[in-house]
């Protein structure tokens, strides 16, 4: 299993039905695409969030699969179309057994 968290800093006066737009369409993603096991899209609750608001959680059943997933054109539209738009900054982790 390999594991892919992206925190995102949200531009400031983004609507919330514009986040959930982007969440939909990334969590739509899982059903398309092959080797991911898991996709959710969260509020960053955390205490110390450093301006990051949101959270992309995903596992994937190997690195090639996350390679895959991060090239595909699908996800390309999805973060073109409706996630940079509302992105200030983001912060990617990747790790897993693969590493």
Same mark, same amino acid.
């Given at each position: 299993m390999f594991h892919c968290t992206i925190l995102f800093s949200l531009k400031p006066g983004i609507s919330l =039905? /514009? &986040?959930r737009a982007g969440r939909e369409s990334l969590q739509a993603l899982i059903e398309t695409m092959p080797g991911v096991h898991h996709l959710t899209v969260a509020h960053n &609750?955390? $205490? =110390? /969030?450093?301006?990051y608001n949101l959270a992309l959680f995903s596992a994937f059943e190997s690195r090639t699969a996350c390679d895959i997933f991060f090239r595909h054109p699908e996800y390309l539209r999805v973060w073109?179309? %409706? !996630?940079? $738009? !509302?992105? %200030?900054?983001?912060l990617v982790v990747m790790g897993g057994a693969e590493v």
């Open positions: =039905d /514009r &986040v &609750v955390a $205490p =110390d /969030r450093s301006g073109q179309e %409706e !996630l940079a $738009p !509302l992105i %200030e900054r983001h």
